[in-house]
């Protein structure tokens, strides 16, 4: 199957205007990096060797082959920071909404997938692979610090967006209870089902949103928060726009407040991206997993975009749809015999709102405007737009403030 985007741009970029093709510039003169997971053949730090597997060669396998080579991963765009690594071999575990803990399950194509999905919205930006995570989708702050500043090098000065589909820490309700003395790290991990159970117990009350705004100002919190606040760091680094996942907390489903957005996408530099999905009736809903994308409404730095929903059980109201992408895992409980997958999830939500800023960042240079209209936070602001001038005023993860994009699958 062929995948193909309708393009958009941002509402408030003021002179800007849509070329006469169609194709625009999607992405031309930006670097993409996809900090993420990445499957890999054992025994091979080849990124591509898992698609030469002799168990995917058919035609269509082929294809795919030929598509990630040429579109995806370009010689020298690959950089592996989990190979050798001390967390290798680690597994995560998040609250269910049922009660106790989901079980860990691996993800090596997380980021075969997101870059997969950029490739359609962007495909003439220079997509970078950066190996951050491992196959079930465990990092550390060090190891993304290392991605984060190999991509800045890599972009050389160029436009840069880092799509970010993850995020740190506990939940933020996990979060304010440390800071509140309530709670300790430590525990966290020694009282394991009983802890997100309490979690889970904070979400079910509602969000403490002053909590969550001390927590952004938390001295705890200042290297992450620097290392997504671009700007701060040098003159030139006004182009390096980090978009970010909200996370996949919440349990709207059982009519539960939906939980704030995950770090780094709650920072006020970052642009979140909540996931929304169509109802039967073609209008559109907070996805039942979706975290809220920003943690004020007035702050602008939150959008909702096409997040899937293929998980079972959840309101027939909503369509159990998902995203398409590549899918070739070495796992022999995930074989897939197509090459492609449905997946949903906030996670692949983002990679729609950070193709989208490449290619409105790409549309801002080759276009005849001032240079203040090419920095990162006029992305941003255009592509999130001015707040809504209806009653009650937009808030974060509100349908009405949501990318157009979607993906029209032809057979």
């Known amino acids: 199957m062929q995948k193909a985007v309708q393009r958009a741009l941002g509402y408030a970029l003021d002179g800007v205007i849509e070329s006469p093709s169609m194709e625009g510039a999607r992405g031309e003169g930006v670097n993409i990096a996809v900090i993420d997971t990445w499957p890999m053949q054992y025994g091979s730090d080849d990124p591509l060797a898992l698609l030469r597997d002799p168990?995917?060669?058919?035609?269509?396998?082929?294809?795919?082959?030929?598509?990630?080579?040429?579109?995806?991963?370009?010689?020298?765009?690959?950089?592996?920071?989990?190979?050798?690594?001390?967390?290798?071999a680690m597994c995560a575990?998040?609250?269910a909404c049922g009660g106790g803990l989901e079980e860990p399950y691996p993800e090596p194509d997380h980021g075969l997938f997101i870059a997969d999905i950029i490739n359609d919205i962007a495909p003439r930006a220079s997509l970078w692979v950066y190996r951050a995570f491992n196959d079930y989708g465990v990092s550390s702050l060090e190891i993304v610090s290392r991605a984060v500043a190999q991509a800045l090098y890599d972009a050389r000065g160029r436009p840069l967006v880092l799509n970010c589909s993850f995020g740190f820490g506990p939940e933020p309700a996990a979060f304010s209870r440390?800071?509140?003395?309530?709670?300790?790290?430590?525990?966290?991990?020694?009282?394991g089902d009983r802890w997100f159970r309490d979690i889970n117990d904070a979400i079910a009350r509602g969000r403490d949103r002053s909590a969550e705004q001390e927590l952004l100002d938390h001295p705890m919190m200042e290297t992450l928060r620097l290392l997504f606040d671009l700007p701060s760091f040098a003159k030139d680094m006004p182009r390096a726009l980090a978009v970010a996942a909200a996370g996949n907390d919440s349990c709207r489903a059982q009519q539960r407040p939906a939980?704030?957005?995950?770090?780094?996408?709650?920072f006020e530099s970052v642009l979140g991206v909540s996931a929304i999905v169509p109802t039967v009736d073609d209008t559109w809903n907070p996805a039942p997993y979706?975290?809220?994308?920003?943690?004020?409404?007035?702050?602008?730095?939150?959008?909702?975009?096409?997040?899937?929903?293929?998980?079972?059980?959840?309101?027939?109201?909503?369509?159990?749809?998902?995203?398409?992408?590549?899918?070739?895992?070495?796992d022999p409980a995930w074989i897939n015999e197509h090459g492609r997958a449905q997946w949903s999830g906030t996670s692949f939500a983002t990679p729609i709102a950070a193709g989208l800023a490449a290619c409105v960042w790409s549309e801002l240079e080759v276009q005849q405007v001032a240079?203040?209209?090419?920095?990162?936070?006029?992305?941003?602001?255009?592509?999130?737009?001015?707040?809504?001038?209806?009653?009650?005023?937009?808030?974060?993860?509100?349908?009405?403030?949501?990318?157009?994009l979607r993906q029209k699958i032809d057979p």
């Open 55 to 88: 168990r995917f060669d058919t035609d269509l396998h082929t294809r795919h082959r030929e598509f990630a080579s040429a579109a995806i991963l370009k010689p020298g765009r690959f950089h592996n920071f989990i190979s050798g690594s001390s967390i290798n």
């Open 93 to 95: 575990q998040k609250p």
């Open 178 to 191: 440390i800071l509140r003395g309530m709670a300790s790290f430590v525990s966290a991990y020694t009282r």
């Open 259 to 266: 939980a704030g957005p995950r770090y780094p996408a709650a």
């Open 290 to 330: 979706s975290n809220d994308d920003d943690i004020e409404p007035e702050r602008d730095d939150g959008v909702s975009a096409f997040g899937g929903n293929i998980t079972t059980g959840q309101s027939p109201n909503i369509s159990q749809e998902g995203l398409v992408g590549l899918f070739v895992s070495n």
């Open 371 to 404: 240079d203040t209209l090419k920095t990162a936070r006029a992305v941003m602001e255009g592509i999130v737009g001015p707040p809504s001038t209806g009653t009650p005023p937009n808030q974060p993860g509100d349908v009405r403030r949501r990318i157009n």
